[in-house]
């Protein structure tokens, strides 16, 4: 099974910070990633598919890349309603794996 | 737009058994695998399984596979996950997601496993 690994596991930032979240998976998964934001007591939303694609609705200040198996989140400009938690997600071939999370709050 | 709408938050005693819902809009329903993905409080996301929508064809997590049966109808567009066995680690929020390049997903179903 694919297995993903993502960090930092947590992250301390302020308005207006440029903020990078990785994630690698243990083999390749071509561009078959998905990046998701998650607040309390929501289901996750989809940001980034297919390693880069913005998802329809989601502010340009958020884009994802790949590098082989390592894939990154980038948010540039932080706003106050981007501190969340954040997933990967592989979709490539099941089962699907996740990433555990990365815990973005205010410094 | 495709909307994937889940039946109602659950309470259920341990050894009991739950079944959720997870209804899919628009006319591709057959085209596509659904997965379900659990979510404990604090935890990372957990797959479950899928069923192909077109055939009835299933996948299980080794973890699940002797207590989940994930099943679809095709003359509602609607699948279906029951959880057997439950304890109290089985409280969680579950979910329904489409397959496809940008997958989509439900709004969740809490299940909670309390004596």
């Known amino acids: 099974d694919i297995q993903m690994t993502q960090s930092p596991s947590s992250l301390s930032a302020s308005v207006g910070d440029t903020v990078t979240i990785t994630c690698r998976a243990s083999q390749n998964i071509f561009s078959y990633l998905n990046w998701y934001q998650q607040k309390p007591g929501t289901a996750p939303r989809l940001l980034i598919y297919?390693?880069?694609h913005l998802q329809s609705g989601v502010p340009s200040r958020f884009s994802g890349s790949r590098s082989g198996t390592d894939f990154t989140l980038t948010i540039t400009s932080l706003q106050p309603d981007d501190f969340a938690t954040y997933y990967c997600?592989?979709?490539?071939?099941?089962?699907?794996?996740f990433g555990q999370g990365t815990r973005v709050d205010i410094k | 737009q495709v909307q994937l709408v889940q039946s109602g938050a659950e309470v259920k005693r341990p050894g009991a058994s739950v079944n959720v819902s997870c209804k899919a809009s628009?006319?591709?329903?057959?085209?596509?695998?659904l997965h379900w993905v659990r979510q404990a409080p604090g935890q990372r996301f957990e797959w479950m399984g899928r069923v192909n929508a077109g055939n009835g064809d299933t996948m299980y997590s080794q973890k699940f596979q002797d207590r989940v049966t994930i099943t679809r109808d095709t003359s509602t567009s609607t699948v279906y996950m029951e959880l057997s066995r439950l304890e109290s680690e089985d409280s969680a929020v579950y979910y329904c997601?489409?397959?496809?390049?940008?997958?989509?997903w439900g709004q969740g179903t809490l299940v909670t496993v309390s004596s």
């Open positions: 997600h592989q979709n490539h071939i099941a089962p699907w794996a």
């Open positions: 628009g006319d591709s329903f057959i085209f596509y695998a």
């Open positions: 297919g390693a880069s």
């Open positions: 997601a489409r397959s496809g390049i940008n997958p989509i």
